[in-house]
């Protein structure tokens, strides 16, 4: 079974400062992993995706997430975080190497603060 | 790109009543949708997964005559919450999957129980 632990419920950092989110997965096969940011009552944006090939990922919002296996860790970084970066972060691991179903799996979430 | 359209974003509802919230894939046929609930601080929890014109697949835990799911169409699918009652208020999110698009959610509804 597969599962995702995010380290950090929540993270607290000032404007412009690196933004590191944690993430580590379990998985039997070769994983596809996700971060999706949450914003106050709204639904799930994707930020990044891994599948194959790179393994540092870069997505929108200038974060980006290196994916290592030997770690089995997939952390999300922002050089310079932006008030508007505050919000509920998720990482995600999908099952649909080893089914066609294709479910995600979250992790518990982290929210981030960003202080001026 | 892709855009799952889910309405309504909010509802009131009275304890005994049933709710029903649609979720539509604007510009792509789902292949599979997703039902989640999410509570306050907490993650999304998976209800149940639908296939186009099959029984949904629920999660352990989740009771499938309360939580009734409809994937009628490749890009309409639905979740009624029937004799709601206030335990069932939560935030519930729905997720279509297309080959080529990945994994697209939906904006969610609120549904508060009174």
């Known amino acids: 079974a597969q599962s995702v632990t995010q380290l950090g419920s929540h993270v607290s950092v000032s404007e412009g400062a690196l933004v590191l989110l944690r993430c580590n997965y379990s998985s039997s096969v070769p994983p596809y992993l996700f971060w999706y940011v949450q914003y106050p009552n709204q639904g799930l944006q994707l930020l990044l995706k891994y599948t194959t090939g790179a393994t540092l990922v870069k997505g929108i919002n200038g974060f980006e997430a290196e994916f290592k296996k030997s770690e089995t860790s997939f952390h999300l970084t922002k050089p310079s975080a932006h008030m508007s970066d505050a919000a509920e972060y998720f990482c995600a691991v999908s099952d649909l190497r080893s089914s066609n179903t294709g479910k995600l799996i979250f992790g518990q979430g982290t929210t981030l603060q960003v202080k001026p | ?114």
């Open chain 2, 1 to 114: 790109g892709a855009v799952v359209s889910q309405h309504p974003s909010r509802v009131i509802c009275k304890s005994g009543t049933s709710v029903k919230i649609e979720c539509r894939s604007l510009d792509f046929q789902a292949t599979t949708m997703f039902w989640y609930r999410q509570f306050p601080k907490q993650s999304l929890m998976l209800m149940a997964t639908s296939n186009e014109g099959s029984k949904a697949t629920y999660e352990q835990g989740v009771e499938k005559d309360k939580f009734l799911i409809n994937h009628a169409s490749l890009t309409l699918s639905t979740l009624t919450v029937t004799s709601a009652h206030p335990e069932d208020s939560s935030f519930y999110i729905c997720s279509a999957r297309s080959w080529t698009d990945g994994y697209t959610f939906g904006s969610g509804t609120r549904l508060t129980v009174v």
